[in-house]
């Protein structure tokens, strides 16, 4: 039997004082939101105007960005291969694998030396392994030596070859020579062995040899001997002269 001065319904039970007190609290809140003060109207004036300005620039520099992601990219690929070509140089002890030196000579006409290995063995001098010299002459002919072992006067800019020295030239001709000197700033090549030259013109052979890229001419020195090729027999024969007499 249930208490008649404390009525209580079944299956429902009393709010505690903490749930009392927050139904109080929500009840006694204001129900309209607080005006904002001046200083935060300002605020969100200026808010609104760097907005205005930033999204416009950060457009623009997006637009700029897609445009010029090409032209980025073709650097960042030129700067990758770069790298890989400088990862590939080894220094060992002194030692560089796959040097190239390029330059301009005293007549603006580029060069450029590559080699398999290069030794530093001094302030100036550089041995090179297997180098190979690429110039022009005034004409434009291109020229390329090689030879098995070199010294390279960086400073001076004179490289010295031995060892089966070869020349070749665009037109077709190559000489070989024991040895040879190239002063690559005057554009001069000299031989002080024998050569031997094969080419359009025919064999030669000769003690000597000096070439001037600037000038544009070849001596060789003597005795020699040289074959020149007879173009007569590639030439068609001359047909004999026809003369018509007229009759009255």
């Known amino acids: 039997m249930n208490d008649l001065g404390n009525p209580t319904e079944p299956g429902r039970q009393e709010p505690s004082a903490a749930a009392a007190r927050r ?5 006694q809140a204001p129900s309209h939101r607080r005006p904002p003060t001046e200083s935060e109207q300002a605020r969100r004036r200026l808010l609104l105007q760097w907005t205005k300005w930033m999204l416009p620039v950060g457009a623009l520099v997006l637009l700029g960005s897609i445009a010029a992601w090409p032209e980025i990219d ?11 070509q400088v990862a590939a140089i080894r220094l060992d002890s002194g030692s560089m694998l796959g040097p190239r030196y ?7 006409r580029p060069y450029m030396i590559t080699a398999e290995t290069a ?12 180098p190979i010299a690429d110039t022009l002459s005034q004409g434009g002919t291109w020229l390329q030596i090689s030879a098995r072992k070199g010294v390279y006067m960086q400073h001076s800019e004179l490289l010295d070859l031995s060892g089966h020295v070869t020349f070749y030239r665009d037109d077709g001709t190559i000489m070989t020579s024991p040895t040879a000197g190239i002063d690559v700033r005057r554009g001069i090549i000299l031989s002080d062995d024998w050569v031997h030259a094969e080419g359009p013109f025919g064999v030669l052979d000769a003690q000597g040899t ?3 890229q600037r000038d544009g001419i070849v001596q060789f020195r003597g005795p020699g001997r040289m074959i020149l090729n007879d173009d007569r027999a590639a030439r068609p024969a001359t047909p004999p002269a026809t003369t018509s007499q007229g009759h009255s």
Do not use: C, F
């Open 102 to 108: 390029r330059g301009l000579d005293a007549h603006g």
């Open 119 to 130: 030794r530093q063995v001094g302030p100036e001098r550089i041995n090179l392994d297997h």
């Open 23 to 27: 139904r109080m609290s929500v009840q």
């Open 210 to 212: 000096l070439m001037s």
């Open 74 to 84: 073709r650097s960042l690929n030129a700067s990758r291969v770069a790298y890989r």
